[in-house]
């Protein structure tokens, strides 16, 4: 990319900002809400689907549900991802969140513009929580509510510590 104007530095910046917390946030915070139940989200299998020329073809199409178990991850292999994943998606307790200003008090303090943009920066990281909220709850979004479905929650701004399945911290936190 270029940086020759301010618009420039402003594009880089809001890449890397975005790449550091929420993109991050959105792929590693949902690795156990999602895969955490093995037959939701197999990461292995232990048999490929069969060819039609071949002889475990006719128990595939006779009992494809029972085919599909049967190559799914042993209890160890399982029990293992589970546990990698559990820990991935897991926040410390003393997680700092974008739009927090724990951290930021500290080192800018004293610069009253720097306070001003960062209020306004949270301020809008509230407003996008409501939005997220309100469509989970809008019972016209069916790919948003009703029974079964989990509401989105991966990109809500704020979490709580443990495995929440939300929350953006303000960089990558393994």
Same mark, same amino acid.
């Given at each position: 990319p270029k940086l020759d104007t301010k618009e420039d530095l402003c594009g880089i910046l809001t890449t890397m900002i975005w790449i550091a917390s929420g993109q991050h946030a959105a792929i590693n915070f949902g690795q156990y809400p999602f895969g955490g139940y093995v037959p939701n989200r197999p990461t292995l299998m232990r048999k490929l689907i069969p060819h039609e020329d071949e002889p475990e073809y006719e128990k595939f199409i006779h009992n494809p549900q029972r085919f599909f178990l049967s190559s799914l991850p042993t209890q160890l292999?399982?029990?293992?991802?589970?546990?990698?994943? $559990?820990?991935?998606?897991?926040?410390?307790? $003393? !997680? !700092?969140?974008?739009? =927090?200003?724990?951290?930021?008090?500290?080192?800018? #303090?004293? $610069?009253? =513009?720097?306070?001003?943009?960062?209020? %306004?920066?949270?301020? %809008?990281? !509230?407003?996008? !929580? %409501?939005?997220? #909220?309100?469509? #989970? %709850? $809008?019972i016209r979004l069916r790919n948003r509510s009703g029974a079964g479905i989990p509401p989105y929650e991966l990109l809500l701004p704020l979490s709580g510590p443990g495995v929440t399945g939300r929350g953006i911290p303000n960089s990558v936190s393994i």
């Open positions: 292999q399982a029990t293992k991802v589970m546990a990698v994943q $559990d820990t991935l998606s897991t926040h410390s307790p $003393d !997680e !700092e969140y974008l739009g =927090q200003v724990h951290h930021l008090q500290s080192h800018c #303090n004293s $610069d009253h =513009q720097v306070q001003i943009i960062f209020k %306004k920066f949270s301020s %809008k990281l !509230e407003e996008i !929580e %409501k939005t997220i #909220n309100a469509r #989970n %709850k $809008d």
